[in-house]
């Protein structure tokens, strides 16, 4: 008897403490909050991961995204046929690389050295002039701007402006000074025929700086004309209602059909249920897609190792997952008519000013040869939207929308033409205004003018940004 009693108990105690362990497990997932995650992800790869396996065939677009200052800047600007003459140069950028954006959740910090020191310093010598430079007309020039002229902090703030993103446009104005200004067809500006716009943030005034020293490195800061704006889309409300009925009702319908369009697909939800358990968050606290983005890009951008919770580490398909599903519902929304008329509106103020200082030009109303505008990822793709050629991929760090004047003197008379070009490539003949009508890459200037005068408000059945702003749908 004894013996069967032993022999019972052999088998009966291993499937008691197999029915506890579900009992809790299945108690521990009805008890946890709706929005946490409750599949744990695994990956190939090995945990942590670490700066290795970023550099690969599949992650290319890292490559284009981080946009490394130690590469070289490549593009068209300035490269023209015989017999053009270039008069003026409009640069709307976005802003170097920065730190992550702001969070009230602790997870999803990063700490970044935004001091220009040793490793960069040796790297790249370019910046040990600029440091002295900008230390030095910093001192003169403390009460002129509201920030100082270059980010020198041991720990990045919130979104501010690193070294890196230094370089970036130090090097874009390089590479439009040597574009421009080293050739015998235009004589450099001078102070008097610059104009700088920076929006309200530390990073663009940063940027500004930055480019400004790579294309003028002997400029006379004292005496630069720049004008901080309120609005990402550099709307000036001096001339416009920037925030009027219609665009507001527009951004808010592009925003729910976003939503819906980006909610609805598994990918998204296996994107959450990741990052949730990753980082110990609710549904309701999970960043949307372009803030996983910018998370993990911080890390990437900086060659930091991902952030990794036990076992479960951050990897490169959810990077490559959340960047793909980022840009195709980007291309989504694209060929929406109210995302259309959404970026016009946004950016048919800046346009007009942009037209209108090309012709006061050309009619001897002013001198401004060389305009630059230092702004967001958001303005860089409302921007690319409104003229035509935005594809759906994010706008890279430090990247760069350039608006040419020239004009070509014939026998009978003088022609004026424009050229548009995103991060150097020539994208003229993308513009709905233009197709059909370019002659060597170029588009007649009349063109231009004509769509920011009349054309762009033929779809809200108005005749200037005022009526279609207060037009109701």
Known sequence: ?????RIHWKLVLPLVLLAGTVILVFFSLWTKDPGMISVPHRSNESCPVTPDHYHGDDMKFVTSYCNSPFQPVTGEEGNVPPGYKLMSVHV???HGDRAPMPNKNPAFKLNLNC???????????????????????GAKLQSKFQFGLFPDNVNCQTAQLTSLGTLQHINNGAFLKQRYNDKSTWTPPDAGEILVFSTARSRTFHSAMAFL???LPKFDFSALKLKTEADDMFCSTEQFECLCPRMLRLRAAIVRKYKAVVDATKLKQDIDRQIGELFHV?????????GIMDFAMAHICHNKTLPRNGEICMDTKLVKDTVNLLHESEKTILHMADYQKLSRLQMLPLLIKIAGRMQELLAGL????????????????????????????????????????YSKTTNEASLFYVRFLYNGKNVTHYATFCMGYTVDGFCPLSHFVQFVQSDAFTDFKATSYHEACKTSF
């Open 1 to 5: 008897m004894k013996s069967i009693t």
């Open 213 to 215: 020293y790579g294309y």
């Open 366 to 405: 002013n001198k401004v040869k060389f305009v630059l505008y230092s702004g967001h990822d958001t303005t860089v793709r409302a921007l690319a939207t409104a003229l035509g050629f935005f594809d759906g991929v994010w706008p890279p760090y430090a990247s760069r929308i350039v608006f040419e004047l």
């Open 115 to 137: 001091k220009i020191t040793g490793e960069i310093l040796n790297k790249a010598p370019v910046m040990r002039d600029y440091v002295a430079t900008m230390k030095q007309n």
């Open 282 to 290: 609710g549904q309701t606290e999970i960043l949307p897609l372009k």
């Open 92 to 94: 709307v950028i976005r």
